[in-house]
């Protein structure tokens, strides 16, 4: 069994880290270091599915779990993602029941779903170390759904209903740009899809998922049921590492802004 799936279906509250630089290194070291849930991001993120591969391997090679936020839910990407080796998925931009029926069965061999058959010689089943791999793939795969446009909350309990959705992931800054509010998720327009959602979720018996952030922390997410919450990312960790550090230094050499700070290497 998928050990992040097992844990959100025994409702436990997972947390997770951003994998944005496509590094493994990166990576690896953020798992040794208290995050060993990462998300690699395909959407937004530096890198292909080779790169995210590497990453994958650095982050189990460490003791770790990934997931993957795929760019698109095309039948291609979903496929050649789970033949090499990740079980774990978000995908972005779902606003219909069809869409979401798509995916599931893009993610799924017959008769379950029409997923194309390769399942000897791939990753996901150790290249063939594994005869029982697409028997039992339906069971390891996590897929989960981003809920980030107001048309996706519209259609939210018949998306929630497809067979084959195991969560709703919310995206809450695309959620509100999807109503002219970009960067405004505390103003009560999101706030509002954002209870909506909840609620929707609640009703349907469907996890949620989400990052921290629109005025949330991990404290008050898990609160209000969210069982997979992604945090900080490589890219924020590495660039405010390097502002804290360079007022440090600033501060020991008396500058009072950073262009006039002396140069140090």
Same mark, same amino acid.
């Given at each position: 069994?998928?050990?992040?799936?097992?844990?959100?279906?025994?409702?436990?509250?997972?947390?997770?880290?951003?994998?944005?630089?496509?590094?493994?290194?990166?990576?690896?070291?953020?798992?040794?270091?208290?995050?060993?849930?990462?998300?690699?991001?395909?959407?937004?993120?530096?890198?292909?599915?080779?790169?995210?591969?590497?990453?994958?391997?650095?982050?189990?090679?460490?003791?770790?779990?990934?997931?993957?936020?795929?760019?698109?839910?095309?039948?291609?990407?979903?496929?050649?993602?789970?033949?090499?080796?990740?079980?774990?998925?978000?995908?972005?931009?779902?606003?219909?029941?069809?869409?979401?029926?798509?995916?599931?069965?893009?993610?799924?061999?017959?008769?379950?779903? @029409?997923?194309?058959?390769?399942?000897?010689? $791939?990753?996901?089943?150790?290249? &063939? =170390? #594994?005869?029982?791999? %697409?028997?039992?793939?339906?069971?390891?795969?996590?897929?989960?759904?981003?809920?980030?446009?107001?048309?996706?909350?519209?259609?939210?309990?018949?998306?929630?209903?497809?067979?084959?959705?195991?969560?709703?992931?919310?995206?809450?800054?695309?959620?509100?740009?999807?109503?002219?509010?970009?960067?405004?998720?505390?103003?009560?327009?999101?706030?509002?899809?954002?209870?909506?959602?909840?609620?929707?979720?609640?009703?349907?018996?469907?996890?949620?998922?989400?990052?921290?952030?629109?005025?949330?922390?991990?404290?008050?997410?898990?609160?209000?049921?969210? @069982?997979?919450?992604?945090?900080?990312?490589? $890219?924020?960790?590495?660039?405010? &590492? =390097? #502002?804290?550090?360079? %007022?440090?230094?600033?501060?020991?050499?008396?500058?009072?802004?950073?262009?006039?700070?002396?140069?140090?290497?």
């Amino acid at each position: 069994m998928n050990p992040i799936k097992q844990r959100i279906l025994a409702g436990e509250t997972v947390t997770a880290a951003w994998s944005e630089m496509g590094s493994p290194d990166n990576a690896e070291a953020m798992v040794m270091n208290g995050w060993p849930v990462i998300v690699i991001d395909g959407e937004h993120g530096i890198g292909g599915i080779e790169e995210a591969v590497h990453v994958a391997r650095a982050v189990e090679a460490a003791g770790g779990e990934v997931v993957m936020r795929v760019p698109d839910g095309s039948e291609t990407t979903l496929k050649r993602v789970l033949d090499r080796g990740i079980r774990s998925l978000i995908v972005p931009q779902v606003n219909t029941a069809d869409y979401a029926r798509s995916i599931a069965e893009f993610c799924t061999y017959p008769a379950r779903g @029409r997923r194309g058959y390769a399942a000897p010689i $791939v990753r996901a089943s150790r290249y &063939g =170390a #594994r005869p029982d791999y %697409a028997t039992n793939a339906h069971d390891e795969l996590l897929l989960m759904v981003q809920i980030e446009h107001h048309q996706a909350v519209e259609n939210l309990a018949a998306i929630a209903a497809v067979p084959g959705i195991d969560m709703l992931f919310v995206g809450p800054n695309d959620l509100a740009a999807s109503i002219g509010k970009m960067e405004r998720m505390l103003e009560p327009e999101p706030q509002a899809l954002l209870k909506t959602i909840e609620d929707g979720a609640a009703k349907a018996g469907k996890p949620l998922g989400t990052i921290v952030g629109a005025g949330r922390d991990f404290a008050d997410l898990a609160r209000l049921g969210y @069982r997979f919450i992604i945090g900080t990312n490589d $890219v924020s960790l590495i660039v405010n &590492g =390097a #502002r804290q550090a360079a %007022a440090e230094r600033d501060r020991q050499l008396g500058v009072a802004d950073e262009t006039a700070a002396v140069k140090t290497y």
